[in-house]
């Protein structure tokens, strides 16, 4: 099935790509893949002039963020504007998640490695330097929506296998749809956050660790030869 609905900005940055189609391919998120969100989420909403706090009773931002002193949820309509001003003001600033830099340095001797993640376009190059810091440099594309079609885009012409890693189970699934054939890995690294979220049923691994993961991928290479 062709990718449907990739922004003009996703498939210019995919076209950028220097992709070895006879090579395995690991697409990553970020945010609790390899970097802490949640955490830094946390921290930036405390330092509010209103503080605020995120109530980790469900898997969900929109509800969920409250302010301290009441415990009323911030209206959805600001909850939008509050997490620009996060990625506009963190981006750059977030701590890796554990093993993931040691765990993707082992994996890019067998396959290449992308980092796919749904950062506003405009702090693609704040993520690229956090990364980077954090001994991950990788290539990293802004994606807009669900990335299922980005995914198709990346692997349409690469015949060795392909991975994909993600905590959002919709994107897991948009994946499955777009690309069956696409290994997909449902990971959510804050173990706080990863107790509100069953695994999707259109995932083949569901963890939260990068040894364990790492682990997963190279059995799966492998098995196929590479």
Known sequence: M???EL??????QIADLDIDPDRPIVISDADEV???FVAALEDFLAARPRAMFL????FALTGNIRYRDTSEPVPAADVKALLAGFFEERT???SPVPGAAEALARLAARAQIVILSNVPIGQRDARRRSLQRHGMDFPVIANSGAKGPAVARIVSAITAPAFFLDDIPNNIA???RESAEVVRMHFVADPRLARL???PPDCHFHGGDWPTARAFIE????????
Request: hydrophobic share 35%.
């Open 2 to 4: 062709p990718p449907t």
């Open 7 to 12: 922004h003009d900005d996703v498939a210019r």
């Open 34 to 36: 390899v970097l802490q």
């Open 55 to 58: 109530d980790l009773s469900s």
């Open 92 to 94: 750059e600033h977030l």
């Open 174 to 176: 948009s994946v499955a």
């Open 197 to 199: 979220v069953d695994p």
């Open 219 to 226: 059995v799966e290479l492998a098995e196929r030869g590479y």
